[in-house]
């Protein structure tokens, strides 16, 4: 069984910065997929970014250029940099692991962005 815990969301004014990370325990870590969702209220769940075995890294366009996935296998956890937050950036943030059949989910971080 995996264990994901999220942490660092917050509330932020715009322009700001926020990192979330997301610890990792109970499985494979340096062969799988990593990601980190959104889901705002009355949305659907939406993959912010992404960073799969090998190295390559995908985005939202609509972050693109602001946030900054990385992941640490020796620690097992998996970071989101967040730069120049908007207020359409608010949401609870979801760790995703994924290895083969196995996919987990961590209980989600609240990054609301308000002035």
């Known amino acids: 069984q995996v264990q994901l815990m999220e942490s660092g969301g917050g509330l932020v004014q715009p322009g700001g910065s926020l990192r979330l990370s997301c610890a990792a325990s109970g499985g494979i870590f340096n062969r799988n997929d990593m990601g980190w969702y959104r889901q705002a209220p009355g949305k659907q769940r939406e993959l912010v970014a992404a960073?799969?075995?090998?190295?390559?890294?995908n985005y939202a366009d609509s972050v693109k250029g602001r946030f900054t996935i990385s992941r640490d296998n020796a620690k097992n956890i998996v970071y989101l940099q967040m730069n120049s937050l908007q207020p359409e950036d608010t949401a609870v943030y979801y760790c995703?692991?994924?290895?083969?059949?196995?996919?987990?989910w961590g209980q989600g971080t609240q990054v609301t962005v308000s002035a």
């Open positions: 960073i799969i075995r090998g190295g390559f890294i």
């Open positions: 995703n692991y994924n290895y083969g059949s196995k996919n987990y």
